[in-house]
């Protein structure tokens, strides 16, 4: 069998292993997964949900949100159990779901915003409604441990979701700005890195590709290997970042990766930042030595340093949207709005 189509194969089995096999308790089945849906554009006025499916938060991080979701022109309804606690967890998994799936639910609630990672979100999987989230699609949004939440409702729901701010991120220009952009305006714009000097870019291999855009933690995404909450990598553009991470670790997540039968089915590859990575004991490599291990066998454009990540200015990624990549200019240029207008 020629390498193009053994690679379509296994594409194609993968998604299949991907997708519900039957309707039940909110669950798709295949034949009802076809097409893309975005989600409707958020207005000044629109009222957000707030929800916590992953770490605690308290009554400040609950002020700061509602402090700069307030300055974007929006209204903030709370899930019921926001802040409650349990352990580490933002309440109990049941609960936690529960208030994602009844914002989903709710009419009055335009767009759903997440208040930070940590950990949790794998756990409510299996408890969403993706049925229910197909049939109301909303704006979802967040970054770090949410990366689970808005890969599993894109490859269960087929709706098209954000990796971005939580609601208890760092709202400055560069980051409202392109939330705004592509959130409010509905734009497909180019996201280009600040020209700082404390901005690193380095190009891994050079060249230009097409493909839906994937990603987000790395370690998040290595750990939903083989689950059935990730969608289909063939000919996708993969991102991905991550923070104090040593480098032997990201090693290891990306031969997981790669191990996996993932890495050699994506057109192209983003890495954004490694807050506070470190190279460990030594002897070791440099990051950038190990994602050229990595990546320069497939022959694929890549690069690493985009503005994405556990940094103050980030970008606003829509998980499942064409996108077209430059590996030499560092860009990511959408080719449609990722919402509906």
């Known amino acids: 069998m020629k390498r193009r189509k053994f690679i379509t194969t296994c594409g194609v089995a993968t998604l299949a292993t991907q997708i519900p ?3 039940a308790q909110g669950q798709l089945s295949p034949n009802t ?14 009222t957000v949900g707030l929800v916590s499916p992953a770490g605690v938060i308290d009554a400040e991080d ?25 352990g580490y967890l933002a309440g109990t998994d049941a609960d936690r779901a529960h ?13 759903i915003m997440t208040m930070r990672g940590g950990w949790g979100c794998n756990r409510i999987l299996p408890l969403l409604n993706y049925a229910k989230i197909r049939s109301h ?20 729901s087929r709706v098209v979701t954000f990796h971005g701010p939580n609601a208890t991120s760092a709202w400055n220009e560069f980051t409202t700005d ?20 404390d901005v690193q870019f380095e190009t891994i291999a050079s060249g230009k590709a097409t493909g839906k855009l994937i990603g987000g933690n790395l370690s998040v995404l290595a750990a ?9 990598w063939y000919k996708s553009i993969l991102f991905v970042e991550d923070i104090k991470e040593d480098v032997y670790r990201v090693d ?23 807050t506070d990575c470190s190279v460990g004991d030594e002897p070791s490599f440099k990051l950038t030595q190990v994602l050229r291990d990595h990546i320069i066998p497939l022959k694929i454009p890549a690069w690493y340093g985009s503005m994405i990540g556990h940094i103050k200015d980030k970008f606003t990624l829509p998980i499942g949207l064409n996108v077209e990549i430059d590996a030499d200019a560092g860009t990511i240029r959408m080719l449609e709005p990722a919402v509906s207008i």
């Open 252 to 274: 290891r997540m990306l031969t997981q990766l790669k191990n996996a039968g993932i890495l050699n089915q994506i057109a192209g590859f983003v890495f954004g930042r490694c």
């Open 178 to 197: 392109y939330a705004k952009r592509i959130l409010f305006n509905g734009e497909a714009v180019t996201m280009q890195n600040l020209k700082t000097d």
């Open 137 to 156: 699609p909303k704006i979802i949004m967040g970054f770090s441990d949410i990366t689970s939440l808005v890969l599993a409702i894109y490859a269960r």
């Open 99 to 111: 208030d994602v799936n009844a914002m989903f639910a709710d009419s009055s609630v335009k767009a």
């Open 21 to 23: 096999i039957v309707q």
């Open 224 to 232: 939903m290997v083989g689950s059935p909450y990730l969608p289909s």
């Open 62 to 86: 609950l002020a700061n949100a509602k402090r700069s979701l307030t300055q974007l022109g929006l209204k903030i309804k709370l899930g019921d159990h926001l802040l409650d606690s349990y």
């Open 33 to 46: 997964i076809i097409k893309l849906i975005k989600p409707l554009r958020l207005q000044p006025g629109d």
